[in-house]
């Protein structure tokens, strides 16, 4: 019977240090520990370790480095393990795809959720911008008699005049400070 990692060799796995292998974004590596040998497998999709040959063959099935075809190959050099790995191929190809599954679904909902509470960030500030802001711009309006306090541009409505101190692009930073003093005055805190 030949060892795992000679296998791995035939299969394309090039030796690229002592007790390492690596074949594309995949590595292998082999340590002697207290537990006897440690099996550490490195993917794109995370490492795993594992102590005998056998698990860290389920371990390369599972994160879908190793084919049929090579796990035929492997049973057919003798390896026994590889010809049960084989039998269960189906079995593990359907565990990893609900665990894909699972994942995308859990995804899908953190993605809602997120989504929902940008939603309601929106709403909030939407709620805030009308119910304070906008009246309190509208008395700056009226003092100012519907021109702006910096540049002196004329203003038909509140909003505009909001949107006017938020953007514009003359005299910039005094639009700014001014909106910022306003800010401040209303909550009493600094942005």
Excluded at 37 to 59: C, E, M, P, R
Aim: proline share 2%; hydrophobic share 35%; charged share 30%.
């Amino acid at each position: 019977m030949v060892s795992l990692f000679k296998a791995l060799m035939m299969i394309g796995f090039e030796h690229v240090a002592p007790r390492t292998l690596q074949r594309g974004n995949t590595t292998i590596f082999v340590y002697h520990s207290i537990y006897g040998l440690k099996w550490v497998i490195n993917t794109q999709f995370g490492s795993a370790s594992y102590y005998s040959q056998k698990d860290a063959l389920h371990g390369l099935v599972l994160r879908l480095v190793i084919s049929k075809e090579e796990l035929e190959f492997l049973a057919s050099l003798g390896i026994h393990y590889a010809r049960e790995e084989l039998e269960n191929y189906e079995r593990t190809l359907k565990k990893i795809e609900a665990g894909g599954i699972k994942a995308i679904r859990e995804y899908l909902r953190s993605l809602e959720k997120r989504e929902e509470n940008n939603t309601n960030l929106k709403n909030i500030e939407m709620q805030f911008r009308k119910q304070v802001i906008y009246p309190y711009l509208e008395r700056i309006l009226v003092e100012t008699k519907s021109r702006c306090p910096i540049c002196g541009r004329l203003m038909i409505e509140t909003e505009e005049f909001y949107n006017h101190l938020r953007s514009s692009r003359y005299r910039k930073m005094e639009h700014e400070e001014f909106f910022r003093k306003i800010i401040e005055e209303i909550t009493n805190l600094s942005p």
